[in-house]
């Protein structure tokens, strides 16, 4: 051993070389990326950590309201696939999206309702994402930032409410990141056998939701945008048919059980459809559920560290924009829709957050005092190090805790409502569906008609009561209504001629069609309505106190 103050030079250690190939130069090996300097076992231990809370927050309450409209389809479609004769008749196999989820949940659902087991399911496919965003993190720039956009994910409101539901975003963003992971490993490996990985994986998540095709655009566009990137044509002329080969299986599926036509009057019913919300929808829900400060890190990164930036940020930013452009331009919005975009907004903060600048002097301005101008004071160095620590860590640091805190409040705030009146479709579950639809189930005749204000809550009941209901406000022009639902032309026949017994009148579908409310209730003092049952939750009252709020009114009619 040499003494330190020996005056002997000590070797300065090389930075460690991986054998990853430079785009367009295939074989020639490139640094790690900056950041990466964790250690193995450190990582493990963090991730562990990430993993837990990303799970903790994902299943902590999840059965404290019932299914949501589209819940109750796609469990409902689950348990028909898997023979459940109590919903073969009321939820067709066949319907507006692919069956993939809908299959891996069909098990579950073969002897009953199997709610928290299916939430359960979706929320593994949230926190393997999670594990996913790790490794594209990591791939891209290091173990720290890797590390660091799986707990921005684990703990994002907008990934967490949604992941805590039987929809099919959750799993179709788990497949989305893994074919953002894989065209990385192509463009690092530049080989064939990556990007037909990406066009099987691509097949997949539009298998999960076929509306995901809006990432293939994604793809082209950064490939396009990105020439010092080889342009794999070789590798897309077998990627192509390996994408249509796997997403084929779906229509293949519809052709041999004779529903051919359905995918057809689905996809003509979906150009058709009316817009559903403003073209300041996603603008309005969106930033927020992301997270404002992981908004403000991912552009701040993009802008002091513009002049590093290669075609790891074009990949990113290609990726978000194809689906923001894409969703904001298609007249039919849901608030979930944009999910996506997290994994690469996610590693995008975490990058500008572990690279904050701190300038070399601060500057404050004097106060102005009357009769003289306010003039800068001199400025001050920013101390390098503070309490043996370096500043720009401890910055960092700070910053980093700040954002992770403004994840974590809402998000504990989201996962403990559990008894609102107000509710936004794709954010949650419906608060008194549940016990409504048990309470038809346990209270009315079998083969009991109930007529609901619209299509969403007569899923729910249908699910949960096993009794056929009809939507009100269900148009009889096929262009305008979803193919699986039966209109009733004429309601007032069909309560004149004991075809409907029950009408269940609720809130939620009130506040968005004032017109079939006023409708609904008309006929319900028509033909003798009696309140047999009523569900209320936490409200405010015209005083602004609180009060319980009716949310869910079932009436026994006769004619």
């Known amino acids: 051993m040499v003494p330190v103050d020996a005056g002997v030079r000590l070797p300065v250690p090389r930075p460690r070389i991986v054998a990853r190939s430079m785009p367009g130069r295939p074989g020639a090996a490139v640094p790690e990326p900056r950041g990466g300097d964790l250690r193995t076992r450190t990582t493990v231990l963090l991730m562990l950590a990430v993993v837990a809370v990303a799970t903790g927050v994902r299943v902590w309450r999840i059965d404290a309201l019932g299914f949501n409209s589209d819940e109750a389809v796609y469990a409902g479609q689950a348990a028909s696939l898997a023979g459940n004769a109590r919903y073969a008749d009321l939820f067709p196999v066949f319907r507006a999206h692919p069956m993939i989820v809908q299959i891996v949940l069909s098990p579950l659902f073969r002897h009953g309702e199997a709610d928290v087991a299916g939430r359960l399911v979706v929320a593994g496919f949230g926190v393997a994402t999670v594990l996913v965003v790790y490794l594209l993190g990591a791939r891209l720039y290091g173990r720290r930032v890797g590390v660091l956009a799986a707990l921005l994910v684990a703990l994002m409101p907008y990934h967490v409410v949604v992941t805590r539901q039987v929809l099919l975003d959750g799993p179709m963003v788990l497949f989305a990141t893994l074919t953002l992971y894989l065209i990385v490993r192509y463009v690092q490996d530049q080989r064939s056998i990556w990007f037909m990985a990406v066009g099987a994986m691509l097949g997949m ?10 990432l293939a655009a994604a793809v082209y566009a950064f490939f396009a945008l990105t020439p010092s990137v080889r342009r794999p044509v070789r590798a ?12 084929a299986t779906n229509y293949v599926a519809q052709h041999l059980a004779g529903r051919s036509d359905t995918g057809r009057n689905y996809l003509v019913w979906q150009l058709m459809r009316r817009p559903n919300h403003s073209m300041t929808f996603y603008a309005e829900t969106v930033p927020a559920a992301i997270g404002l400060a992981v908004l403000l890190a991912a552009a701040g990164g993009l802008w002091w560290l513009r002049r590093d930036r290669s075609w790891r940020e074009t990949l990113l930013i290609c990726w978000v924009a194809a689906t923001a452009v ?13 999910l996506p975009i997290v994994a690469p907004v996610a590693v995008l903060a975490a990058r500008g957050l572990l690279a904050v600048p701190l300038p070399d002097r601060l500057v404050l301005p004097r106060l102005a005092l009357p009769g003289r101008a306010a003039r800068p004071v001199r400025g001050f160095p920013v101390p390098r190090r503070v309490a043996g620590r370096d500043t720009r860590t401890l910055v960092r640091a700070s910053a980093t805790a700040a954002v992770v805190l403004s994840l974590l409040v809402p998000t504990w705030l989201a996962v403990n409502q559990s008894d609102n009146a107000t509710f936004l479709a794709g954010s949650g579950g419906i608060p008194g569906g549940r016990a409504a639809g048990r309470w038809l189930a346990a209270n009315t005749p079998a083969g009991s008609r109930v007529l609901t204000l619209g299509p969403s809550m007569a899923n729910i009941l249908q699910y949960y009561g096993h009794r056929q209901c009809f939507g009100l406000s269900v148009s009889p022009n096929p262009l305008h209504r979803n193919p699986s639902y039966i209109p009733l032309p004429n309601p ?28 609904l209730l008309e006929l319900a003092r028509r033909f003798h309505g009696r309140v047999v049952h009523t569900e209320t939750v936490t409200g405010t009252d015209a005083r602004g106190g609180a009060a319980r709020v009716p949310v869910i009114v079932i009436y026994e009619v006769r004619p």
């Open 326 to 338: 894409a969703f904001e331009l298609w007249p039919v919005k849901g608030y979930q829709y944009l």
């Open 236 to 247: 897309g002329l077998l990627a192509v048919p390996v994408l249509a080969a796997v997403f």
């Open 205 to 214: 998540t539009m298998l999960a939701k076929e509306s995901s095709v809006v």
């Open 492 to 519: 007032d026949s069909a309560l004149r001629h004991n075809e409907m017994q029950y009408i269940a009148w609720d809130r939620y579908s009130a506040e968005r069609s004032r017109f079939f409310s006023e409708n």
